[in-house]
């Protein structure tokens, strides 16, 4: 059974930072790209990054570039995002989640199995 669980959110001021962590199993993780969504509340979701380890590839939102990165343990089993410079527009639930493929995308349709949220709440 495919699983991915986020975690890791939280209440932080502007400016700083947080980690979050997305455990997965039930899947050979170097055959899918793995991403992180958010969503704020009346807002669609939105593709924040993710990561293609077979293909060495990451993509970033601009919203995100520069600020955020994402990673992988070396036993691959769990996906990270580090945030830094936080901002209050970063306040949002964030979610991990397996694309259909190895192909790197931030469009939710490409991906097929979903973690449940972590809030992240930014404060000014």
């Known amino acids: 059974e495919v699983q991915l669980q986020a975690f890791g959110g939280g209440l932080v001021q502007a400016g700083g930072f947080l980690r979050l962590s997305c455990a997965t199993s039930?899947?050979?993780?170097?055959?899918?790209?793995i991403g992180w969504f958010r969503q704020a509340p009346g807002k669609e979701r939105e593709g924040v990054a993710c990561i293609s380890s077979t293909e060495h590839r990451r993509y970033y939102a601009d919203s995100v570039q520069d600020r955020f990165i994402i990673f992988s343990n070396s036993d691959k089993n769990t996906v990270y995002l580090q945030m830094y410079g936080l901002k209050p527009e970063d306040t949002a639930v964030y979610y991990c989640a397996k694309a259909r493929t190895v192909v790197v995308s931030t469009s939710s349709y490409m991906y097929d199995a979903w973690g449940q949220g972590t809030q992240v709440t930014v404060s000014s």
């Open positions: 039930g899947f050979t993780y170097d055959d899918y790209a």
